[in-house]
């Protein structure tokens, strides 16, 4: 699957882990921005996204998720993470579970951009 081929591609090519100041890893946003493939309307993929909700709130070191909808049809997962190590233990087996399929074949896979930025300061939740 091509969407399967450039996640795991972005996530070996991602920066290291997250480093505190003070030389500890830290917790890291996962963020991916993408567009829906074609013929994939909004309410299909919606219904995919919550699809994941228990397996991915099963895995070691989640936080918490949201799922936005900018202009233009640009979606950004945002996925917040204990560590960057976490989260990529935790992408791997997302990728081999079933639930996670029709989610994975609503992006379209050229479109996707992920990053894991350290998370430096939060206000409210």
């Known amino acids: 699957m091509r969407c399967l081929t450039a996640l795991s591609l972005l996530i070996a090519l991602a920066p290291a882990d997250a480093v505190r100041a003070d030389g500890a890893a830290g917790p ?31 895995q070691p070191g989640f936080v918490s998720r949201r799922l ?18 976490q989260a990529e233990a935790a992408a791997a087996v997302m990728m081999a579970d079933p639930a996670f399929t029709a989610f994975i074949v609503a992006i379209d896979p050229a479109s996707i951009a992920m990053s894991h930025p350290g998370i430096r300061w939060r206000m409210g939740d």
């Open 28 to 58: 890291v946003m996962e963020v991916v921005t993408f567009r829906l493939a074609p013929g994939t309307t909004e309410a299909a993929f919606l219904t995919a996204a919550r699809a994941t909700e228990a397996p991915l709130s099963r």
């Open 68 to 85: 936005l909808q900018g202009d233009g049809g640009l979606w950004t997962d945002l996925v917040e993470w204990q560590t960057r190590a």
